[in-house]
């Protein structure tokens, strides 16, 4: 049985139903005595509604997104959960595409280019743009974006490219306006992509951390991640990035009269650092140990969405511990594998407190 | 689907490295998990369903009709339906094309014979609700877990109708329905499955993922039966709508690798399915999910 699973896991499906049942530390709290005693019916429990189900007959309350009002009485229209805020009262729905807010720090994958902006897929209704205007120029100059930026569009962000950024604004019509203009921000390279459901993502002040074992994550809101090897904090790395950048240039040169920064002495870390190099596609040497982690994460960050538990840097590193007792780490995506250490992260986050 | 330059070379050489390194630590012989279930659709006389990890799901349903030996000239007839392709389009053609050749060639025709005459007819019909990576390995283990819970009801009239022509009568009794298994004269009846193999590299991955589908230097699709790898072998590209630039020719070694492989793990993966039928046999719940 043991040789088997090693090359193929074939279970029956789980329904539902079973999983509430037998999880009693579950921590949804459903207080069922609450419920009868109370008129407002779901609005004092933290529960999960389904469209069409009454939430309030109070008409005091205002209705926010994922409600609707009939006849005096507020409707839930997803399903989700109901959050309050004064008077203000909203249901956000478990699944669904994510909702851009601005501010959030997300990651987006290029669609379109277009005329002076990029089209960018950030898993909301519709894509996101990326104005020529919102991202740093090789070099780091400021200046007005010209005629010849707009011709070379895709030397810096092609379709495909996945880059990291923020949410500027969000226009009338629900279309959000993303930028690029900080150095935290930009092309993401020397790693690996994946997609979590946006309403696992916990917001926090930060969205990237350094791991351990020499990885780090971008954890964006809209529940798109990037697992890369960690930025060495060498003393001389930044002119081995200089050089690069300056070949890169170079080789930009002979092809048209791009005059920007070329042998100028650079004052500041943006100049530096938004060289070419922040546009390239070429992944640093990453050594077989950093990549076996970075599967790793990938695995454990899986195995959290399985278990619909919200992720955050301190249940990721909790998780990769727990995943170390695995000797096989290929075991880790199977069902039983991935519930073991839901529930170790768990147990362990209580035992901290 | 599209991967950034930097993505894919990342890929492509985790995949190529020596041991490799899979995105989601699968050993190169590793299938992703599947959740599977039989025998649920009532209407039919078999019935699968098998679920990836990653969301892509197959339902198969197979029906039979009693039809004249002579007005036929195949016994298994195969339909496959995948939402956002046209039935006519090349992607399904193909893999219907596949599928039908390798049940038409390795079936034990014998059990679905009723008479001199009449004959049972299977009518497997394909559905794929969501797929993200090349579905004919998922389409071919699916159709091996419907066949081997297929069940045909009881002939109750004689074998022998060369001299009397009469057409055959069937018991009213579902509970004498018959599995093909049991109608097989040997006792095994083991329909044939498709594997798909990526290659990259000296490395073999079994049941590419879709990610690692666009940056494969070229795809094998083998076929096993009879506890060793049969012809066909094909190979092809199972990336959609990529312009793969990796995709390379074949190196002969790696196919004779492959075959190895073939013949190592197969048998462990239709043991697998195997288990899970008996499973689900005692189990009897009829539930789909």
Redesign the interface.
């Known amino acids: 049985m043991n040789?088997?699973s090693?090359?193929?896991?074939?279970?029956?499906?789980i329904?539902q139903l079973s999983i509430i049942d037998n999880d009693e530390d579950s921590d949804i709290e459903m207080d069922g005595d609450k419920i009868n005693n109370n008129n407002d019916l779901n609005l004092n429990r933290r529960a999960i509604v389904t469209p069409g189900e009454l939430i309030t007959e109070d008409p005091i309350w205002m209705k926010g997104h994922g409600t609707y009002f009939l006849n005096n009485k507020t409707y839930s229209s997803v399903a989700g959960n109901i959050s309050r805020v004064n008077r203000l009262l909203s249901v956000k729905p478990l699944r669904g595409k994510y909702q851009p807010e601005t501010g959030d720090h997300v990651i987006g994958?290029i669609t379109e280019v277009s005329n002076k902006r990029w089209k960018v897929d950030i898993g909301t209704k519709q894509d996101a743009i990326l104005m020529l205007g919102s991202v740093n120029l090789p070099g780091g100059i400021l200046r007005r974006k010209s005629e010849s930026d707009e011709l070379q569009m895709r030397n810096f962000l092609k379709?495909?490219?996945?880059l990291n950024c923020e949410i500027q604004t969000i226009f009338n019509n629900g279309i959000a306006s993303l930028h690029t203009r900080s150095l935290k921000y930009g092309?993401?390279?020397?790693?690996?992509?994946m997609k979590i459901p946006s309403s696992l993502i916990i917001k926090s002040k930060n969205h990237s951390y350094d791991l351990p074992g020499s990885v780090s994550i971008i954890l964006g809101i809209n529940g798109y991640i990037w697992l890369y090897k960690s930025k060495q904090q060498e003393e001389n790395s930044t002119t081995v990035v200089n050089q690069q950048a300056s070949k890169l240039q170079g080789s930009l040169n002979n092809n048209k009269d791009y005059q920007i920064g070329t042998g100028s002495v650079s004052i500041t870390r943006l100049e530096e650092e938004s060289s070419w190099e922040i546009y390239s596609?070429?992944?640093e040497e990453?050594n077989?140990n950093i990549?076996?982690n970075i599967?790793?994460y990938?695995?454990v960050i899986?195995a959290l969405s399985f278990g619909e538990i919200g992720i955050t840097e301190q249940r990721i590193i909790l998780g990769y511990e727990s995943s170390l007792s695995f000797e096989?780490?290929?075991k880790?995506?199977?069902?039983e594998s991935m519930e073991q250490i839901c529930q170790e992260v768990l147990n362990n986050e209580r035992m901290r407190g | 689907m599209l991967l950034s330059p930097a993505e894919k070379s990342y890929l492509y050489e985790s995949l190529i490295s020596d041991p490799i390194i899979r995105p989601d630590s699968r050993s190169n012989h590793q299938y992703r998990p599947l959740e599977a279930k039989t025998s649920f659709l009532p209407g039919s006389n078999g019935s699968s369903r098998i679920r990836l990890s990653d969301g892509s799901e197959c339902i198969i349903s197979i029906k039979t009709k009693v039809v004249k030996l002579v007005e036929e000239s195949n016994l298994i007839d195969l339909d496959i339906d995948i939402v956002g392709y046209r039935d006519d389009s090349n992607y399904i053609s193909n893999l219907k094309f596949q599928l039908l050749n390798l049940l038409n060639e390795n079936f034990e025709f014998e059990i679905l014979k009723l008479t001199e005459q009449y004959s049972f007819k299977l009518f497997i019909d394909c559905i794929i609700i969501n797929n993200l990576s090349y579905p004919l390995s998922l389409l071919s283990l699916s159709i091996y877990l419907a066949l081997k819970t297929t069940r045909l009801p009881l002939l109750i009239s004689e074998t022998n109708d060369e001299e009397i022509a009469e057409l055959p009568t069937f018991s009213d009794d579902w509970n004498d329905s018959k599995y093909l298994i049991e109608l097989s004269k040997n006792g095994k009846f083991q329909p044939p499955i498709f594997i798909t193999l990526g290659i990259i590299g000296n490395n073999l991955i079994f049941d590419p993922s879709q990610e690692e589908e666009t940056v494969l230097e070229n795809g094998l699709i083998i076929s096993f039966y009879n506890n060793k790898v049969i012809t066909p072998i094909s190979n092809t590209n199972f990336a959609l709508n990529s312009n793969n630039s990796n995709f390379k020719g074949l190196n002969k070694k790696i196919i004779i690798g492959a075959l190895s492989l073939g013949n190592k793990y197969c048998p462990i993966i239709l043991e697998a399915l195997d288990n899970l039928i008996e499973e689900d046999i005692n189990d009897n719940d009829g539930n789909m999910f």
């Open positions: 040789d088997l090693l090359v193929i896991s074939i279970s029956k499906p329904s994958r379709e495909g490219d996945l092309k993401l390279k020397n790693g690996i992509f596609d070429i992944n990453i077989n990549r076996n599967s790793r990938y695995n899986k096989n780490v290929g880790l995506i199977e069902r």
